[in-house]
């Protein structure tokens, strides 16, 4: 670890001394290429620094990006760290790869029906609190204050939805560090997973009536086609990118964690212009593999975890660096009582209503529920487009939420699967 420290420590005198020469400014170009290197050496030995003093590799790389990206230091600037953007969709497609290959039959059958139930339970509660609270706080939320109180509970439904959200990314990330395996793990991504396809319709419908509170007209059809083709159209689509895997893996059988790395990155370009879910796209791919042929999807686990260390690094690193840490000043006081409300729902649900067959479930589950990241971001993003009057604000808030989320949620992820004694190393290759 003091190799890594003393290395990370050079390399953060590198960074200042080339912030100061201004070479960032020399075109967009060499701005996101500086970025990147910098991101992906920094967060490689942070990764190393965090495992020495027993927290998550990925508590690093967020660290590191939040330490020298342009809301502190600012050795990375901000034009640099928007442009790498697309790193994000090929982070999460690749990540939701791996956790597909894990989504057999038979997992389904033993947990499906308890993980809907308990999912439906921690949502709706986590819901109804971050509703009551928003609405409560309407005097002191710019954003809300001046609405007629039905577009305030229409908002507030809204972003209570969002609230809700949990981070498949950041979950399976940890697992894949800790090479957990055993039912309590395989509890926490379904519920993780499934969870998010929730929030994903509860979101659309939200939206469909806030838009309809403020006399846009509640387009029924709309709403629900949109709803249907970016789910079950992320299912075919993925569906024939498991068949162009599997094609390619019985007949080329060469260079895979190439192959998989780019067919990633263009489905999740495509997927985006088409929009469909990055994440849902490649779980429904590997979990098609998985079930076709256990073998390949075990090939496809490997070639991944040979391939997405650096990828990994670099993805988490720029998104702490993308961290708007002066969002978490302004709106401060209500996120972090949000941030407090949520973990108390989140907790209080998972110890009243988990199966009482497994206690770790009641005791520790929760820890691995409180991480927010990429989906959370993207609605946060996409209620700012679509309500211009209101959305940039109630994106600075939930930004400072996600703020909190990604700083403790690894943490408390790692510390969920280590109670349950499913973690297996720290060492495994290529993890995040």
Known sequence: ???????????????????????????????????????????????????????????????IGVVVGPYALGFIPGAGVKGLELLKGLAVSLIALVAGTELQLG????????????????????????????????????????????????????????VVSFSPTVTIAIVQETRARGTFTEFLMALVIIGDLVVMVAFAIAAGLTRASFGGGLDVGGLLGGVVWELFGSVLVGGMLALVMLLYMGRVKRELPLFLVGLCFVSAEAGAQLHLSPLLVSL????????????????????????????????FAAAGAGLKLDALLIVGPAALLLVALRAVAIYGSCRRFAPPEDPRLGRYLWMGLISQAGVTFG?????????????PQVEVLIVAMITAHELIGPVLTRRALQRSGETRSDEAPGTA
């Open 1 to 63: 670890m003091k190799e890594a420290l003393l290395r990370l420590l050079l390399l953060l005198a590198v960074l200042a001394a080339i912030t100061r020469a201004q070479v960032w400014r020399v075109d967009t170009g060499t701005s996101v290429a500086l970025a990147a290197g910098g991101l992906l050496l920094c967060g490689l030995f942070a990764g190393k620094v965090a495992k020495g003093f027993g927290l998550p590799r990925l508590t690093g790389y967020l660290l």
């Open 107 to 162: 997992l389904i059958r033993r947990v499906g029906a308890k993980v809907t139930v308990l999912c439906v339970a921690v949502c709706g509660v986590t819901f109804l609190v971050g509703f009551g609270a928003l609405f409560a706080l309407k005097p002191w939320l710019p954003f809300l204050a001046s609405m007629t109180v039905p577009q305030a509970l229409a908002v507030s439904a809204l972003v209570s939805t969002v």
């Open 284 to 315: 429904a791919a590997g979990a098609l593999i998985a079930n076709l042929d256990e073998r390949e999807g075990q090939r496809i686990h490997h070639a991944i975890q040979q391939a997405g260390l650096p990828i990994f690094a670099l993805f």
């Open 379 to 391: 609605l946060a993003a996409l209620i700012s487009r679509t309500f211009p009057d209101f959305g």
